[in-house]
Every structure is written in structure tokens, then in C-alpha cells.
């Protein structure tokens, strides 16, 4: 009876000898997971975030840039041809001009930390979702593989839509009369949601 009591308490001790090394393993693998998960995530830091919403203004400024060029001869000529180039209604039109594109030159700032927030916080979710499914999986090899494709379909960039037509025509402007300098009508056409096309989507930048 001794025997088989003793026999008994030696396949206790042994199978909660086994259950405590599994659990000590399946620990070390969460550590690794965790390990893997936060290394694949490292380069993603402030300065990955600022080049994300660099990226959009490198986009969209030399468009901005380029309308405003324009937009500065077409005034030019039309003034010109009506002889009013040294006029207060020259200065006034430039300075219309100059505050359009203050304006635009913001909204693409401000577009760009868009662009990053979004990334940043699509991370932030993904990295979140690894470390919850690494306590119930354990498996080290799996969270990193994991981790790298979800990263990368995370920080894929969107096709870019180029910025609309900041500038009404000058010549246009001067032949009508449209008092571009009113404030009002500025802010309401040029508010950030309106100032990006929807439509297009055909230019796509890398950083």
C-alpha cells in the first residue's frame, strides 16, 4: 500500500515538474515574442513620423509653388494690359495672391501630419494587436513574420491627390471685377477639406 501511495505522489510530483517547465517555457517564448514585436517596431519613432508628414509637403509644395509662379505672370500681364501694374489694385491682387498661398502652404502642413498621425496610429493599433495575440500564441518565429507584414501593409503610402487649383485666373479676375479680397469667400473656398482633389490619385510618393 506504501508503494503504490509512493508511486502515486512520484507521477504528482513529476507531472507538476512538467507542468511548471512547460509554463516556464511557453513564458520565455512570450518574452521572445514581445522581444521580436518591439524590435520590428524600433525605427518607427519621431523622426519616421516627421519624414512621413515631410513627405507629403515635398509632394504637394512645388505644385503649390508652381501655381503661385503662374498665377504671379497671369496678374502681371492682365494688370499690364489694362496699364494698371503700379496701381493700388496691383498691390492689392498680389497681396490676394501672397495670402492664397500662405493659406494653401498651412493646409499642405497641415495635410502632412495628417498622412503621419494616420500612420502613427496604424501602428500603434497593429502593435498593440501582436502583443495581445503573442500572450495566447507564443511563438516567437510567428510574431515576427507577422509583425513585418503587417508593418509593412501599415506603413505603405497612399497614392497622393494632387492639390486643386489654388489661384482663380488673374485675367479672369481682373476682367470681372471678383474682389478676391474677400475674406469670407476665401476661407469658405479654401478651407482644408475642399483645397485637395478626391478624384485623382495618380502620383504616388516614396520616401
Known amino acids: 500500500m506504501c508503494i503504490n501511495n509512493n508511486a502515486a505522489i512520484a507521477t504528482a510530483d513529476s507531472e507538476a515538474e512538467r507542468i511548471r517547465l512547460e509554463e516556464e517555457q511557453r513564458q520565455a517564448r512570450i518574452v521572445g515574442g514581445r522581444d521580436a514585436i518591439n524590435s520590428a517596431f524600433a525605427s518607427y519613432n519621431d523622426d ?29 500681364a492682365s494688370l499690364a494690359r489694362r496699364g494698371v501694374s503700379n496701381s493700388s489694385e496691383a498691390i492689392s491682387r498680389k497681396n490676394d495672391n501672397l495670402d492664397l498661398y500662405n493659406k494653401a502652404k498651412t493646409s499642405i502642413i497641415d495635410k502632412g501630419r495628417e498622412h503621419s498621425s494616420a500612420t502613427r496610429n496604424a501602428l500603434e493599433g497593429v502593435k498593440g494587436e501582436l502583443l495581445t495575440q503573442n500572450q495566447a500564441l507564443a511563438d516567437p518565429t510567428l510574431m515576427a513574420n507577422t509583425a513585418a507584414n503587417r508593418i509593412l501593409a501599415a506603413t505603405t503610402l497612399p497614392a497622393y491627390s494632387p492639390i ?27 478651407e482644408l477639406g475642399n483645397l485637395f482633389s478626391p478624384g485623382r490619385s495618380d502620383r504616388i510618393v516614396r520616401t
Open 164 to 190: 486643386g487649383q489654388i489661384f482663380a485666373s488673374a485675367s479672369d479676375a481682373v476682367a470681372t471685377g471678383v474682389g478676391l479680397n474677400n475674406r469670407g469667400m476665401l476661407n469658405e473656398r479654401y
Open 48 to 76: 519616421f513620423y516627421a519624414d512621413r508628414a515631410q513627405g507629403y509637403v515635398d509632394f504637394a509644395q512645388p505644385d503649390l509653388d508652381k501655381q503661385f509662379e503662374n498665377a504671379g505672370k497671369q496678374l502681371a
